[in-house]
């Protein structure tokens, strides 16, 4: 059976589920009426909100394979067309089924998971995000932003297309435009606490692990003048730019922060010197590209299985998963373009250093030019 074939069976079946349910629901309300005994009408009562609840997610999944729920209830009943528009005030064309339904899913988080936590935790605005972390409130807001934000993007950070991403309502398009349609003034407090949770955890691991992914900017510095100044006096520049600026971050991370500014200096020319023989060596050049790629790949499995851990963890209330959630959002971040995660998995098989220089050497957009200019001169002359 072709895809659309299989696609249309879906929408028919869903259809015919939608009128199917809506005559249990308009039954179970003439039995209710009717019905005296209150032990009963608990029954009927339940019978009838768990019937509502499934012909939601019915209307919801014909709206998701493409059909129009609207096709399916033009002959109901004027009470069945009531029940319609409770469970759908917005409209039921596929477009406002759809947006109903991820701004249900977001209320859902906010008045819900989000106002429980609240209940029961705090934490100090004035703490470091490090300390906040501590706090399943903070952890909560943190992973409500976070999961706005990852239904906002339709690319991962790999590259490939995110699965989570969300066409039909998401708050990095449509939230500023929107919000006083879909969320009361409490709930708008709510997201906006959440958000500023978001990036000041966000600013937090950047910050931690910046110089991996700006390893590579200081170095774009000099490249606008580029050949305004003779060779030798471009290669000294570009040498001096990375014991002075590139690597003076690695080098306080290996060695302490308790270093002279004579031994910084000094460490990090060495450091420099290094860097030159990596460059000038292809083996270890291609070496280290073919690591990087590796754990770029690795990046990508690992990202699915964490992903696949925390829907589990959900689905079955399993322990551990505010720790799954977080190791989730810190490995999808991003650090200058470049993959956190990805990072972490090049330091843990290279180490620092030489996860440093792959960091490096990849993003550097003038690695020809400095390669052809630092490997032409001796150490002496770089004033190395």
């Known amino acids: 059976m072709s895809d659309d074939k299989k696609t249309e069976k879906q929408i028919d079946s869903y259809g015919k589920h939608i ?49 129009s729920p609207e096709m399916f209830l033009g002959n109901i009943t004027a009470f069945q067309r009531k029940i319609i528009d409770e469970l759908f005030p917005s ?69 490939a297309e995110n699965k989570h991403y969300n066409d039909s309502w998401n708050y990095a398009r449509d939230y500023d435009s929107t919000k006083d349609k879909y969320f009361s003034p409490e709930e708008q407090k709510l997201i906006a606490n959440c958000m500023q949770t978001y ?49 003076i971050n690695p080098v306080k991370e290996i060695e302490g922060e308790k270093l002279s500014k004579e031994e910084l200096s000094e460490k990090s020319k060495a450091m420099t010197r290094r860097y030159i023989q990596f460059i000038a060596d292809e083996k270890a050049v291609e070496e280290g590209l073919r690591v990087m790629k590796e754990c770029e790949e690795q990046t990508d499995r690992q990202l699915e299985e964490l992903k696949h851990g925390v829907q589990s963890a959900e689905d079955l209330s399993l322990t551990g998963l505010r720790e799954l959630r977080k190791t989730v959002r810190m490995a999808e971040d991003e650090v200058g373009g470049v993959n956190m995660l990805t990072c972490l998995l090049l330091r843990e098989r290279l180490g620092i250093e030489k996860a440093g220089f792959v960091l490096l050497y990849t993003y550097d957009k003038l690695k020809e030019d400095r390669k052809e200019l630092l490997t032409s001169y001796t150490f002496e002359e770089l004033g190395l």
Request: glycine share 6%; aromatic share 8%.
């Open 19 to 67: 009128k199917v349910w809506l005559n249990e629901i308009e039954k179970n309300y003439l039995k209710l009426e009717k019905e005296e005994n209150e032990r009963k009408k608990g029954k009927i009562r339940d019978k009838i909100e768990e019937h509502k609840g499934i012909l939601k997610r019915d209307m919801e999944r014909l709206a998701k394979c493409g059909g």
């Open 199 to 247: 990036e000041a955890e966000l600013a937090y691991y950047r910050q931690k692990r910046a110089w991996m992914g700006r390893l590579g900017e200081s170095l774009c510095k000099t490249a606008e003048k580029i050949g305004e100044w003779g060779d030798i006096t471009q290669a000294r520049i570009f040498a001096d730019n990375l014991s002075r600026e590139v690597f």
């Open 91 to 159: 409209g039921v064309d596929r477009d406002t089924v759809a947006i109903e339904k991820e701004i249900q899913r977001i209320k859902k988080m906010l008045n819900e998971d989000l106002k429980e936590a609240m209940e029961k935790y705090t934490y100090d605005p004035e703490d470091t995000v490090e300390i906040k972390q501590k706090s399943k409130l903070f952890e909560k807001e943190a992973y409500i932003s976070w999961n706005m934000m990852r239904a906002s993007n339709p690319k991962s950070v790999s590259g």
